[in-house]
Structure formats: C-alpha cells, structure tokens
C-alpha cells in the first residue's frame, strides 16, 4: 500500500523527537546511562519526548536560520538537558562531559543533510560552540551521537567539502553571522527514520517547501502493509496541531 503525507517543521519536529525517543541506544540509555539533549529547535522537542512535560523551547535553541545566520536572543536562559537513567539531573553539560562513557548518547541536531548522511553544524563561535566542546570527546570515548535533523534540510553538495569553503574569516559577505562549517557523524534520525522505527513503513522524500501553513513542508510517499501505512498516514495527520516555536535573534 502506498500513501503520501505532508509535515509541516513543527509537525516533523515532533515526528523526528518521537523517532528519536524510540531508538534503541536511547532507550537503553534510559534504564542505565546518560544522555545529553544539546540546544535546538528540534532537539528541544526531542527534550520534551525524553521528559515527559512541555519546555520552554523559545529559550532551548542556540543558533538559528530566519532571513540571516542568527543567535537566539535568549541564549542562556536554558541549559542542556542531562538525563541519568530516565531522570533528569541538575547538572551542566560540561560536568556531564566530564564522565560520559560508551553507552551513553550525545543527541546534537544540525543544518545542512547531504545525499551520503553526513550532516553538516554551522558555527558562528570561533571556538566552534556546542561541537568544538562534545563531539571529540563524545568520539573519543564511544559515546553513541544521534543526530535529529529534518529531510528538509537536504543539500546536494558534500559536507565535506563544504567544511573545507567555509569559515568565519572566509566570508567577505555574509547575511548575518558569518559561519564555518562542522561535518557531524553519527546516527541520523529524519522523518525517514523516525517513521520506519515507529510504523515498520518504509518512507521516501518526494517533495520539500510549500506555501502558507506548508512553507517548510517536507512531502513524503510510505509504502508497507496496510495496516501499518494506515497507522502512519493517521500518525501524522494527527501532528498537525504542532505549534512552530517563535524565536527572535541578535544578528
């Protein structure tokens, strides 16, 4: 059976998050281990996921794309969200950093999903921000990276090459902040794989962008059982209540 939906972000946000809640490693790290949710519009609704109660997600993001490369004007009035087995400790992602081990997970979202999985952080800090502070240590001791990120950042040109053009003292002009570019490894978690994860359905991006309440849209064409496209095609029609958070910058 085959059927087509259309998710608008908030609405992948929440699809992604709930993908994300049901990987294995993370469910795992759950009973028994640690997990760092790092700042993010989607990562915030993956927070809410592991939790279990609403957050303030206007105050949950670092960076962020508008009409320029822009910093949340909120940043620091939220910290990453450390969880200890399930519970949520008071503590911050640096001393968490401190002792995470392998079985634990280091979830950091992204900007740019290019056509081989490598997903690529823009960085306005020149320090490199959350990555110049997580990702090697995080590799360096076999933490599992996860990363949520929408099909709907898709780009058609390697990551890897892109990290190599760009850099905050290469861009004579920028719109807003001028970035370099990280290329992230780790598990890639889209609407793709949230959906195959929670239905047994298999999913294929067919179309990105819309208009009006679709602007930002990702379309999608499942195919599986029917019963079980039947509960995915219903899932997601059910999301379309999801609020977009809004967010103000400094750029």
Avoid at 49 to 58: A, C, N, Q, S, T
Avoid at 60 to 74: L, M, P, Q
Avoid at 191 to 216: D, K, M, R, Y
Avoid at 228 to 236: D, G, L, Y
Wanted: proline content about 4%; glycine content about 12%.
């Amino acid at each position: 059976m085959y059927a087509s939906v259309v998710l608008t972000p908030a609405a992948s946000k929440r699809l992604i998050a709930k993908g994300v809640a049901a990987l294995p490693v993370v469910r795992s790290a759950l009973q028994s281990g640690r997990i760092i949710v790092t700042l993010g519009t989607t990562n915030a609704v993956v927070a809410e996921e592991l939790l279990g109660h609403p957050i303030d997600r206007g105050a949950f993001a670092a960076g962020f794309i508008d009409t320029r490369w822009n910093v949340n004007r909120r940043l620091g009035e939220a910290a990453e969200v450390v969880l200890q087995d399930g519970r949520e400790v008071e503590m911050t992602g640096d001393s968490a950093l401190s002792s995470l081990a392998a079985g634990d997970v280091l979830l950091k979202g992204g900007n740019a999903l290019d056509p081989w999985g490598s997903v690529g952080v823009l960085m306005a800090a020149t320090t490199g921000g959350t990555v110049g502070r997580y990702v090697a240590p995080a590799l360096a001791r076999g933490v599992d990276i996860v990363i949520p990120i929408s099909v709907a950042k898709s780009v058609h040109t390697s990551i890897a090459e892109l990290s190599l053009q760009m850099g905050v003292g290469r861009l004579a002009l920028h719109d807003g902040l001028p970035c370099g570019m990280y290329p992230l490894s780790g598990q890639v978690i889209s609407e793709i794989e949230a959906l195959e994860f929670l239905f047994a359905v298999h999913a294929i991006h067919v179309a990105s962008g819309g208009v009006g309440p679709g602007t930002g849209s990702v379309s999608l064409l499942l195919e599986g059982e029917d019963d079980a496209v039947r509960a995915a095609h219903a899932f997601v029609g059910a999301l379309d209540e999801e609020q977009a958070v809004e967010l103000s910058g400094t750029a």
